[in-house]
């Protein structure tokens, strides 16, 4: 891939990376370049670098203020598989526009989707930047409240007794919001730096853009936050009805003990076959046994149940 380049005008217009150089400053652009084609095309861009951005070790998404321009890297978690590989990617930027040095694809995918849905009364850069961090998290809400259905769901399964319930799901969404929250906490990061301004690469009232994606992620973390302590919630309650329900076994076992402890006295005692044991030559012995034991058990559980042991 050479790269595709857009000029950001009232939408995204695509022309070629050559008209973007030599307009370079007169229309801010947005540029997706390639390892290799960055490399090649990199001091055309007469950026200050302090540091090269490099797309091939990315842990993290940062932002970092160099003597002429801002470079860093995102680091965006896959979706559908928060715990899989994620997509990476470099950028280079000064006021005159941005590029993207990506392998992956996926700056790509982002630039195309806004070019497609996306036009401005007053186009800027800044804006454009907006919608570039609103895209990476647009689908978000949903995945969150499919998280919080989910947990109510469980609950409910949970205070209704059901036998066949374990905390692997909950612990797999705590692990999820986990990796949602720290990439959240990177994109606010990258906000923050956008915001200082501290290059005067920006104009003075298209700050709030930044401001108002720093309130969004904000908000994001409130919720990611309140759903993590949501988890820890149910895994409670399932441990505590897991725990009533052991009792209950355990209260169970033991009165079944107590019950029948007196008949295993009369079994023991009566086992010993004295001689002179003067029960064992009388015709009544036997029913009244039988009787006594009866109403050993009989008065048991009459005595737990009138306590609420039963």
Avoid at 141 to 166: D, H, W
Avoid at 191 to 215: A, M
Avoid at 256 to 275: A, D, Q, S
Wanted: net charge negative.
């Amino acid at each position: 891939m050479r790269g595709i380049c857009y000029q950001i005008k009232d939408v995204l217009v695509e022309t070629t990376l050559q008209k973007c150089l030599e307009e370079m400053g007169e229309v801010p652009y947005a540029i997706v370049l390639s390892p290799s084609t960055w490399m090649k095309y990199r001091d055309s861009f007469d950026m200050g670098f302090d540091m090269d951005p490099n797309p091939a070790n990315i842990y993290n998404t940062k932002a970092e203020v160099n003597y002429d321009s801002i470079t860093g890297t995102f680091s965006i978690p896959d979706r559908d598989d928060l715990n899989g590989e994620d997509a990476v990617f470099s950028f280079a930027m000064d006021e005159k526009g941005v590029v993207f040095i990506d392998r992956s694809g996926t700056a790509e995918r982002l630039i195309k989707k806004i070019a497609r849905y996306r036009k401005w009364r007053f186009p800027s850069l800044e804006r454009f930047l907006y919608d570039f961090l609103e895209t990476i998290i647009a689908d978000d809400r949903i995945l969150l409240n499919t998280y919080e259905k989910e947990l109510n769901r469980i609950e409910e399964e949970i205070l209704q007794g059901y036998e066949e319930l374990s905390t692997a799901r909950t612990n797999e969404i705590r692990g999820d919001l986990l990796v949602l929250r720290g990439h959240y906490e990177q994109l606010l990061d990258v906000s923050q730096v956008f915001e200082d301004n501290e290059n005067r690469f920006f104009r003075e009232d298209n700050i709030r853009f930044f401001r108002l994606f720093s309130g969004r992620m904000e908000r994001r973390l409130a919720m990611v936050s309140s759903l993590r302590d949501y988890t820890v919630q149910v895994r409670d309650l399932y441990q505590t009805r897991l725990d009533v329900k052991q009792n209950r076994i355990m209260t169970i076992l033991t009165i079944v003990t107590t019950v029948f402890m007196p008949l295993t006295l009369i079994v023991g005692w009566y086992g010993m076959n004295f001689r002179y044991m003067p029960e064992l030559e009388s015709p009544y012995a036997y029913p009244i046994v039988i009787i006594v034991s009866l109403a050993i058990v009989i008065l048991s559980l009459w005595f737990f149940h009138k306590k609420k042991w039963l």
